[in-house]
């Protein structure tokens, strides 16, 4: 089989009703089917590849969904996290235990586009600064625009950023993750000072 059939956002891996599919981040959330199979693995191919993967990562039903997708000789496109050369990759391994090679492929997976689009095109500097290489002050990742404050604090914090982004280390344009505050760390940081006082 090289690609099933997806009738709906979800996809319908088993060809049939699984309880696991109903939990399937794909079928809650709209995304467009064909975001799961990439087109090449030149530049764009392979940032589609990444982005898919990312989604699935935060779906609670992956590993119901590789396993399926191995199962039924699938060629093509991402399910759970995994692409065709990896499951190929898995199902030339002797191992009985599957799920522990899928959990041994994910944790080869890049998951973070922020870092990587950050990393690209940064800099470091002396006493932990960063400076961004590029002249423009715009990237996009996953769809939406980032200066590179904002991805040096989604780095940092784990989350989008909350208010303005703003250096907080006294070198101009710095962009390390930890000399950058929105109004989230400003706040905690204001916080633990009064406690201090
Ligand atoms: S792992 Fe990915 S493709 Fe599979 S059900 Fe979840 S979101 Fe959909
Ligand atoms: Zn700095």
Known sequence: MT??????????????AEDWQDKALCRTVVVDPEAFFPTGRAAAGQQQIDDAKTFCMSCPVRMACALAALTGGYDNGVWGALDEVQRRRILRTDSDDRRQAIRDEWARLRFDPHFDAYAKRTEQEDNGHVRWLMKSTSVTVLGRNWTPAQLALTISQRRPPQGAVKTTCGRPGCVAPEHVADDVVRRSRGRTQKAAA
Request: no cysteine; charged share 30%.
């Open 3 to 16: 690609r099933p059939a997806r009738s709906s956002h979800a996809p319908d891996t088993l060809g049939r």
